[in-house]
């Protein structure tokens, strides 16, 4: 019987020079491109501008990489960023936090929204977060590539072992592994997907966007709920979290579950209003 899974997988998937090509970036690109498809679909299904479509992946693509670095670094360590500053253009050594590319897209499509496409934000939210759930499940995948984000020791028969030295090992040290640990990685990636396939069918086959902001708020809802529950199985990602009720992880996701279930509430007050109920 199993007791528990031993992970060695190398996060690189080659080398050029000294820089390393990680599995990480592959995912986060492969999820991206699939993504730009399936919007690419609604705009056709919409018949809107492609000109449209491709200021919103540009504008995507920014709001998330740099909110996503700039929230690793202030929400979790930004003692030693901001004495630091050079090193937080260095992303591609890692550190990215989905709240703070959440707010960074909030950000980038309000400019879309008032530069480009003059429609709501809603309205472009509740295209843009169908496929973002695919995104931030190859995301999570690309942290288990990584050693990275696991969860505390249990001895469930799908525990992991993964790699702590991976720096040392990686020079030609033994590896020294962590102890039998949830892995967390994939019950994120597993509760993303799951959004992804509810927010997908909202789309196309209940027609969800004909209500403004409903799959917006159903998105929310069901990635930062998962992500507060999943955070008591994680370990802390700082050592100032060590003491806290809650967790930095719980506390941001907070704010966004409440906000996807007034989306919800008043895009479904609307819709009765509208139809007299």
């Known amino acids: 019987m199993l007791d528990f899974i031993t992970w060695t997988a190398d996060p690189a998937i080659f080398t050029i020079g000294s820089r390393e090509i990680r599995w990480y970036g592959l995912a986060f690109a492969i999820g991206f491109w699939i993504g730009y498809l399936i919007v690419?679909?609604?705009?056709?299904?919409?018949?809107?501008?492609?000109?449209?479509?491709?200021s919103l992946?540009?504008?995507?693509?920014?709001?998330?990489?740099?909110?996503?670095?700039?929230?690793?670094?202030?929400?979790?360590?930004p003692d030693y960023?901001?004495?630091?500053?050079?090193?937080i253009l260095k992303i591609w050594e890692g550190g990215l936090a989905s709240h703070g590319g959440t707010l960074g897209i909030i950000i980038a499509i309000y400019i879309y929204s008032k530069r480009v496409s003059h429609r709501s934000m809603l309205w472009t939210f509740d295209k843009l977060v169908v496929p973002t759930g695919l995104v931030a499940a190859m995301i999570r995948?690309?942290?288990?590539m990584n050693h990275e984000i696991y969860g505390h020791p249990t001895d469930l028969?799908?525990?992991?072992r993964f790699i702590e030295n991976l720096h040392q090992w990686k020079a030609g040290a033994e590896p020294i592994f962590s102890a039998p640990s949830h892995p967390t990685q994939l019950y994120e990636a597993a509760c993303y997907l799951a959004t992804f396939a509810l927010c997908y069918w909202l789309y196309f086959k209940k027609q969800a966007w004909h209500k403004e902001g409903f799959i917006f708020g159903v998105f929310m809802i069901c990635v930062f709920a998962s992500r507060f529950f999943i955070e008591f199985l994680k370990n802390d990602q700082?050592?100032?979290?060590?003491?806290?009720?809650?967790?930095?992880?719980?506390?941001?996701?907070?704010?966004?579950?409440?906000?996807?279930?007034?989306?919800?509430?008043?895009?479904?007050?609307k819709t009765n209003v509208k139809s007299g109920i």
């Not at 995507?60 to 979790?76: D, K, N, Q, V």
């Not at 060590?242 to 989306?263: D, E, K, R, T, W």
């Open 40 to 54: 690419q679909k609604m705009w056709k299904q919409e018949g809107l501008k492609q000109e449209w479509i491709d």
């Open 57 to 77: 992946l540009m504008y995507t693509i920014l709001g998330t990489a740099i909110g996503a670095r700039l929230g690793h670094c202030l929400f979790y360590a």
């Open 81 to 87: 960023y901001l004495a630091n500053p050079v090193e």
């Open 141 to 144: 995948l690309g942290n288990l």
């Open 157 to 160: 028969p799908w525990a992991f």
């Open 238 to 269: 700082e050592a100032f979290e060590a003491n806290m009720l809650l967790n930095m992880g719980q506390l941001l996701s907070i704010p966004f579950v409440l906000a996807g279930i007034y989306f919800v509430w008043r895009a479904q007050e």
